[in-house]
């Protein structure tokens, strides 16, 4: 089974039609999968919106964090809640696309513990995009794990992989690096913007 961990904060008008397309991506590709939404502490109706999409849908929960603790807090206490085998992080703003969910599961299939996206073609203003081909490519230099989105929202890893990396601060963005010092199987997947 596969786990959807999605960290939110503020985004109640964005979950209804993510978990649609997450239902539609699934269907499509006959997985069998649930949904974990986190709510790190928003003060929109982002929890409510949570409560309502799994009271309908069995296959979807949430967790609710006291207060905003960041998103490596919110996917570690998704993950903590997780019952699948196979972990999929993805961000709630609607960057990641759920369609290419199946592609990544058949990259996994290959052998590969860490399936990291990277988003090709972004689709955000030149501030953004060149200090992030920076970062990438220094990650890519210390680390000595060649991957050209370091930074990329969506992410699936087998189940251990969580189980031997502590997140906390912004580690969230590490996880292939952190993954690939212990031995794990990593590699990356062209995905949309």
């Known amino acids: 089974m596969l786990s959807i ?4 904060l503020d985004e109640a008008d964005s979950l209804r039609s993510l978990c649609a ?4 991506a699934c269907a499509d590709g006959g997985i069998e999968f649930e949904v974990i939404f986190v709510d790190d502490g928003s003060t929109d109706a982002t929890w409510s919106t949570i409560r309502d999409l799994a009271a309908a849908r069995p296959n979807v929960s949430g967790v609710r ?4 603790f960041g998103k490596a807090a919110a996917l570690s206490a998704g993950m ?6 196979v972990i999929l992080m993805m961000d709630a703003d609607g960057q990641d696309d759920p369609a290419e969910i199946p592609a990544m599961l058949a990259k996994l299939d290959e052998g590969f513990d860490v399936v990291n996206g990277w ?3 972004r689709l955000d203003p030149w501030h953004k995009t060149i200090p992030s081909r920076v970062f990438n ?3 890519s230099w210390l680390t000595g794990l060649k991957l050209h989105d370091h930074n990329c929202g969506l992410k699936l890893f087998r189940r251990e992989v969580p189980g031997e990396i502590r997140l906390y601060g912004e580690l969230h963005r590490f996880i292939p690096v952190l993954a690939h010092a212990r ?10 913007h």
């Open 183 to 192: 031995g794990f199987r990593v590699t990356e997947q062209e995905v949309h």
């Open 5 to 8: 961990v999605i960290p939110a």
């Open 21 to 24: 397309e997450i239902e539609t």
């Open 119 to 121: 988003k090709r073609r």
């Open 137 to 139: 490519l220094m990650v």
């Open 65 to 68: 964090l006291r207060r905003n």
């Open 80 to 85: 903590n809640a997780a019952d699948g085998e």
